[in-house]
């Protein structure tokens, strides 16, 4: 029979006293806390320069978008502004002119406001005022935008008014009302 000598650690007992831990899915282990610290402190380290780098590339991101947004000129001037208006319909006037004063108009609103019964009516109305746009060679967005909100099944459509309308139109005193 052979003595095992109890004053030294065996293998198993060295494995049990390491330091496991897992990142990003990954097992870690460690035999002293000392490793442990200095492997912790080198993930940290990476992590940091990783976040760094994450968010130099969505600040990048973010100014091209605000550039590309500064760069697109506002389509608008007052003889334009006055010979769009002059092009729509009454309703499409009233439509717009709500808008310019109220900012954003829910369909059911504007429904009402034009004496329509369904937003199949209403694109109807909401198309010649971009037809009318896009005539004038405006885009439609720079007259209004449409924000859709589903809400169990059911869709609601905003209607917003483009900030470089609601300026020309404020600048020429429009709607008068």
Same mark, same amino acid.
């Not at 973010?62 to 500064?70: L, R």
């Not at 010649?128 to 809400?151: M, T, Y």
């Given at each position: 029979?052979?003595?095992?000598?109890? &004053?030294?650690?065996?293998?198993?007992?060295?494995?049990?006293?390491?330091?496991?831990?897992?990142?990003?899915? $990954?097992?870690?282990?460690?035999? &002293?806390?000392? @490793?442990?610290?200095?492997? +912790?402190?080198? $993930?940290?380290?990476?992590?940091? *320069?990783?976040?760094?780098?994450?968010?130099? #590339?969505?600040?990048?991101?973010?100014?091209?978008?605000?550039?590309?947004?500064?760069?697109?000129?506002?389509?608008?001037?007052?003889? +334009?502004?006055?010979?769009?208006? @002059?092009?729509?319909?009454?309703?499409?006037?009233?439509? #717009?002119?709500?808008?310019?004063?109220?900012?954003? #108009?829910?369909?059911?609103?504007?429904?009402?406001?034009?004496?329509?019964?369904?937003? *199949?009516? !209403?694109?109807?109305?909401?198309?010649?005022?971009?037809?009318?746009? /896009?005539?004038?060679?405006?885009?439609?967005?720079?007259?209004?935008?449409? %924000?859709?909100?589903?809400?169990?099944?059911?869709? &609601?459509? &905003?209607?917003?008014?483009? !900030?470089?309308? !609601?300026?020309? /139109?404020?600048?020429?005193?429009?709607?008068? %009302?």
């Amino acid at each position: 029979m052979s003595r095992i000598d109890v &004053t030294q650690p065996s293998v198993y007992d060295a494995y049990k006293r390491m330091i496991k831990f897992r990142y990003r899915g $990954i097992e870690v282990e460690c035999s &002293t806390e000392a @490793e442990a610290q200095s492997v +912790l402190a080198c $993930i940290a380290e990476q992590d940091e *320069k990783r976040r760094v780098q994450n968010r130099s #590339l969505l600040e990048v991101a973010i100014a091209s978008v605000s550039d590309a947004e500064k760069r697109e000129r506002n389509p608008w001037n007052g003889d +334009l502004f006055w010979k769009f208006i @002059e092009s729509l319909g009454d309703s499409q006037k009233l439509i #717009l002119s709500k808008l310019i004063l109220k900012r954003s #108009l829910k369909d059911k609103e504007l429904r009402n406001l034009v004496g329509v019964k369904d937003n *199949k009516q !209403l694109a109807g109305v909401m198309s010649g005022i971009s037809k009318q746009a /896009a005539a004038h060679n405006i885009p439609a967005r720079a007259v209004f935008k449409i %924000e859709n909100e589903s809400k169990a099944g059911e869709v &609601t459509k &905003t209607y917003v008014v483009s !900030l470089d309308f !609601l300026r020309i /139109a404020n600048e020429m005193n429009w709607p008068d %009302e």
